[in-house]
């Protein structure tokens, strides 16, 4: 079984920065098998991207995912209020079928 | 636009079984999507529980599998999710999603609102 590692852990950033959080991977992972999402307090999680870079519809373009092998990235360019949120991982892998998830980044407001 | 709307008891009793039903509104569970179970316990990160495409095909997690049946009932446009032999553990928001068959490409785009069962006596 394949084990993401995010990190850090918790980021305290201010609107308008830059955040970059970070998916590893214990083994490759297929770019195509990599997704990231967004969960809000009380809501279900949100898909941002897929395929390692690809942004889901309607997600705005200051989100991009990034990466390859066993290290991706998502970055926000100028954080606004509504991005502070958990971040998760998610990978896909196929012997057996299954899904995993990073346990997760919060970004907090600093 | 597909929705999902999860639905079943809020309380199980440890050793029961815990049952689960998602709704899938504005489109047919009959399309090309897998259709999943997605946990998180209470302050914890997300674990995915198994999925089913409707012929029944399904894949479910091996640290769960022999505890979890998931369904499907095309006439009522539904899946269903029951977990037996439930403890304290499994106390969790339970999710329904879609995992669309889009060439390579594994993720879940369309999630329910999540329901919240809790294991108590």
């Known amino acids: 079984e394949i084990v993401l590692t995010q990190s850090p852990g918790t980021l305290s950033l201010s609107p308008g920065e830059r955040a970059t959080l970070s998916c590893r991977a214990s083994?490759?992972?297929?770019?195509?098998?990599l997704a990231w999402y967004q969960q809000k307090p009380g809501q279900a999680p949100r898909l941002l991207i897929y395929g390692a870079s690809s942004r889901a519809t309607g997600i705005p373009d200051r989100f991009s995912g990034s990466g390859s092998g066993t290290d991706f990235t998502l970055t926000i360019s100028r954080l606004e209020p509504e991005d502070f949120a958990v971040y998760y991982c998610q990978q896909y892998g196929s012997s057996p079928p299954m899904y995993t998830f990073g346990q997760g980044t919060k970004l907090e407001i600093k | 636009q597909v929705q999902l709307q999860e639905s079943g008891p809020g309380l199980v009793k440890p050793s029961g079984t815990l049952s689960l039903t998602c709704a899938v509104s504005g489109g047919s569970i009959s399309n090309n999507n897998w259709w999943t179970w997605i946990r998180q316990p209470p302050g914890k990160g997300l674990e995915w529980i198994g999925e089913i495409f409707h012929s029944g095909s399904t894949n479910n997690n091996p640290s769960l599998k022999s505890r979890v049946t998931i369904s499907v009932d095309k006439s009522k446009n539904q899946f269903s999710l029951k977990l037996s032999s439930v403890t304290a553990a499994d106390t969790a928001i339970y999710y329904c999603?879609?995992?669309?068959?889009?060439?390579?490409?594994?993720?879940?785009?369309?999630w329910g609102k999540g329901s919240t069962v809790t294991v108590s006596s």
């Open positions: 999603a879609r995992r669309a068959v889009y060439y390579n490409y594994y993720y879940m785009d369309v």
């Open positions: 083994q490759s992972v297929s770019s195509t098998y």
